[in-house]
Nanobody, 122 residues
Framework: QVQLVESGGGLVQAGGSLRLSCAAA????????MGWFRQAPGKEQEFVAT????????YYADSVKGRFTISRDNAKNTVYLQMNSLKPEDTAVYYC???????????????WGLGTRVTVSS
């Protein structure tokens, strides 16, 4: 089992920045690829970003490319999502997830956090 706890969400004005964190406990964190997903009100969950187990590879949704950066610190068992130039359409609950494969698809991830809410005001 891997337990994941997100933090860092909140209310921010458009154009602002937030950094989300996801702390992991349980099995060896460095064995897992990590992903961030989000779900906006009334919409389906969507992929945001993913990072390989070593941190050497990353991949982003087109909607966040150039604005968001995913990173990880395996010594701290934590993955981050730095979000810059935030837009109202980034408003969502953000979830981190752990999986054995570096992937963009939700069902490839085995463990999920409970989410942290991000609200971007216009």
């Amino acid at each position: 089992q891997v337990q994941l706890v997100e933090s860092g969400g909140g209310l921010v004005q458009a154009g602002g920045s937030l950094r989300l964190s996801c702390a992991a406990a349980g099995r060896t964190f460095s064995n897992y690829a990590m992903g961030w997903f989000r779900q906006a009100p009334g919409k389906e969950q969507e992929f945001v970003a993913t990072i390989s187990s070593s941190g050497g590879s990353t991949y982003y949704a087109d909607s966040v490319k150039g604005r968001f950066t995913i990173s990880r610190d395996n010594a701290k068992n934590t993955v981050y999502l730095q979000m810059n130039s935030l837009k109202p359409e980034d408003t969502a609950v953000y979830y981190c997830a752990a999986g054995v494969r570096f992937h963009t698809v939700e069902h490839e991830y085995d463990y999920w956090g409970l989410g942290t809410r991000v609200t971007v005001s216009s």
